[in-house]
């Protein structure tokens, strides 16, 4: 090859921002041509490399988007210590029809069982499938919706919040709804529904909603749009936090009284 095509090569490559083909070029070039690797081949490994580079990329970017608080993914849930939980509804969540039919999950059950663990790990697998996905709080979300409401820009918010495909509401229970941040998560689950899937994790049965909303009207308005279509995974066990304290020989906390 001639080192004016050479360059060009190099140029275009570039200028297409075909950076991963780049960057492997000279060093996949020089193993080809020792192992007299057929031309075929050389194109169909380095497009290879280059599409595996751009799907890490947008992976990693909406990774970074989704504001997942850590990296649990589903491999790494020991379904032997919760045996409540039916592995073959996880097996189906995994499928990631619940997204194309705009379901929602819910995992509830008491603390420490894996619930937002879970609620991550299926979070992971729909952004690997190229889904977008949003991860918050309720504390958060409840802090954030009052400001936007305060400021009139509370629409804003919510249809910040209607793009991602998959929006994972975290520790549903923990903390109370007044009536406005009721009213706020109100609209929220009323434009997702039938639109796009939530994930919601709670330590409170749903029969102990109303309590989190102080409102059993607006509980009620809440659940009937988020149960209308949802996969409930009900968790009950010990907690996994325990174990490892157990594990590593440490006692659980005194108890009062
Ligand atoms: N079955 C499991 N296999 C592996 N790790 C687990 C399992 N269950 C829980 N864990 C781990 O234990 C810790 C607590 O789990 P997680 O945070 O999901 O609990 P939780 O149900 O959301 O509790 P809380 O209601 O207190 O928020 C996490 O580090 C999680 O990865
Ligand atoms: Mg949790």
Not at 92 to 99: G, H, V
Request: hydrophobic residues 40%; glycine residues 6%; proline residues 3%.
């Amino acid at each position: 090859m001639s080192s004016l095509s050479y360059e060009r090569l190099h140029q275009n490559l570039r200028d297409l921002k075909l950076n991963g083909v780049e960057e492997i070029l000279d060093s996949y070039l020089e193993i080809a041509a020792k192992n007299e690797i057929p031309v075929l081949e050389i194109l169909d490994h380095l497009i290879d490399q280059e599409k595996k580079r751009r799907e890490s990329h947008l992976f990693e970017t909406r990774m970074k988007w989704s504001r997942l608080p850590v990296r649990k993914e589903l491999d790494d849930f020991d379904f032997d210590f919760q045996p409540s939980i039916d592995q073959t509804v996880i097996r189906d969540l995994t499928t990631l029809r619940f997204l194309h039919n705009a379901e929602n999950v819910v995992f509830l059950g008491p603390p420490g069982v894996g619930k937002t663990h879970l609620a991550i790990g299926l979070g992971i697998t729909a952004i690997k499938a190229g889904f977008s996905a949003y991860f918050i709080s309720a504390s958060n979300l409840i802090e954030r919706m009052m400001k936007a409401y305060r400021h009139e820009n509370l629409d804003q918010y919510l249809k910040m919040l209607a793009r991602y495909r998959v929006l994972l509401i975290d520790e549903i229970g923990y903390h109370p709804f007044d009536a406005e941040a009721g009213y706020c998560f109100f609209q929220l689950i009323s434009r997702r529904y039938e639109r796009s899937s939530t994930i919601l994790t709670s330590n409170k049965s749903y029969g102990e909603w109303g309590e989190i909303f102080h409102d059993q009207v607006i509980a009620t308005a809440i659940l009937d749009r988020l149960l209308h279509h949802c996969i409930t995974v009900n968790i009950r066990g010990d907690s996994y936090r325990l174990k490892e304290r157990k594990r590593m020989g440490l006692t659980p906390p005194l108890q009062k009284g």
